[in-house]
């Protein structure tokens, strides 16, 4: 079936502009992770949502970085008035919910490779 | 196309043993880096140890140490002395030198028994 699919592939814009990024998880995960990969760095995590719980938007790294999530479906990475060091590989996940039990595992989607000029 | 694949989803050792998780990856590049993450409850990704393609030598940091076998697209992971606050969810990831494409495993739930 269709996995995790990310637009666009890749992104190059000025600074100071706004960016969206999209991320289609795989149809009946509830569970979605954003995270973000800069060169040379490890990856971070930036915002998890699950169904209809308040956003865990503990990584998020200012206030110009916001995401949204409409029930179950697609969500909406903005980066407002970017600056270079936004420049990174920006990842969504998408997982059913686990339990204590049981680990539902993370599916990946290709990434956004984001280019701050 | 890359692909990472951890064929265990789910692992349990003893406290002070080692366990090793395992990673195989299929690629045609020659050049690109391998990763491995654990994403403990608070969801954040720590980096656990890096190994770029063209080095030989095994990484190794502190506890945690890979065996990567280049010929069978092999890089697993081992952690000596486990410890309770290893428990989490690891990943392994791949990282093309070419067009930096990152593609992770599905994890492997690795459980810490007292």
């Known amino acids: 079936g269709a996995g995790v699919s990310q637009s666009p592939s890749n992104k190059v814009t000025e600074k100071g502009k706004d960016v969206e990024l999209r991320c289609d998880p795989i149809?009946?995960?509830?569970?979605l992770y954003w995270y973000r990969q800069r060169l040379g760095q490890g990856l971070e995590f930036l915002i998890y949502f699950q169904g209809n719980s308040a956003p865990d938007k503990s990584g998020l790294p200012s206030d110009r970085f916001s995401a949204e999530r409409t029930g179950e479906s697609v969500s909406t990475l903005t980066i407002q008035r970017t600056q270079q060091e936004d420049s990174a590989v920006y990842l969504c996940?998408?997982?059913?919910?686990?339990?204590?039990?049981?680990?539902?595992?993370?599916?990946f989607g290709d990434g956004t490779r984001l280019s701050i000029l | 196309a890359q692909t990472v694949t951890q064929s265990q989803p789910e692992m349990s050792v003893q406290e002070a043993e080692t366990v090793t998780l395992s990673c195989t990856y299929d690629?045609?590049?020659?050049?690109?880096?391998l990763f491995w993450y654990k994403q403990p409850p608070s969801r954040q990704m720590i980096l656990v140890i890096r190994?770029?393609?063209?080095?030989?030598q095994n990484a190794t940091e502190n506890r945690f140490s890979v065996n990567f076998q280049k010929a069978a697209k092999s890089f697993s992971l081992k952690i000596s002395d486990s410890q309770l606050g290893d428990a989490a969810m690891y990943f392994c990831a791949y990282r093309s030198a070419v067009d930096d494409k990152i593609i992770f495993g599905k994890g492997t739930r690795l459980h810490i028994l007292p």
């Open positions: 149809s009946g995960h509830t569970a």
């Open positions: 190994q770029e393609a063209y080095k030989q």
């Open positions: 996940a998408s997982s059913l919910v686990g339990d204590r039990f049981q680990e539902q595992p993370q599916h």
């Open positions: 690629t045609s590049e020659s050049d690109y880096y």
